[in-house]
Nanobody
Framework: QVRLVESGGNSVQAGGSLILSCEVS????????LAWFRQPPGNARAAIAA??????????ISVRGRFAISRHNVNDGRKILYLQLNNLRPEDSGLYFC????????????????WGQGTQVTVYS
């Protein structure tokens, strides 16, 4: 069974950094684009970073230059998607979701085939 499990969310002061992880299991993840979506309080979920099987990455304007997405095969066989968050701002607060997309695009909610459960990031000033 396909699963995406996020971790790493926390409360952090503005200007700080976090690393979010998403452990991917149950399928050959090279068949999928992987992405991070963010849902601020009271707002819609939106894509902020995506990466394909060739490690080509794309970012939303709001996070470009501050966040970095990467995907790794760990020596013990685990497959992990990361999101490095730097220079955090209060407007970066929200639920962060890992997502997998099989259709060649991973930029909007209908593109997503599989969701993780989300991890909370709170940035305070």
């Amino acid at each position: 069974q396909v699963r995406l499990v996020e971790s790493g969310g926390n409360s952090v002061q503005a200007g700080g950094s976090l690393i979010l992880s998403c452990e991917v299991s149950g399928y050959d993840y090279h068949d999928y684009l992987l992405a991070w979506f963010r849902q601020p309080p009271g707002n819609a979920r939106a894509a902020i970073a995506a990466i394909d099987s060739d490690n080509s990455a794309d970012y939303s304007i709001s996070v470009r230059g501050r966040f970095a997405i990467s995907r790794h095969n760990v020596n013990d066989g685990r497959k992990i998607l990361y999101l490095q968050l730097n220079n955090l701002r209060p407007e970066d607060s929200g639920l962060y979701f890992c997502a997998a997309c099989s259709g060649g695009h991973c930029s909007v909610i209908p593109d997503v085939n599989i969701w993780g459960q989300g991890t909370q990031v709170t940035v305070y000033s």
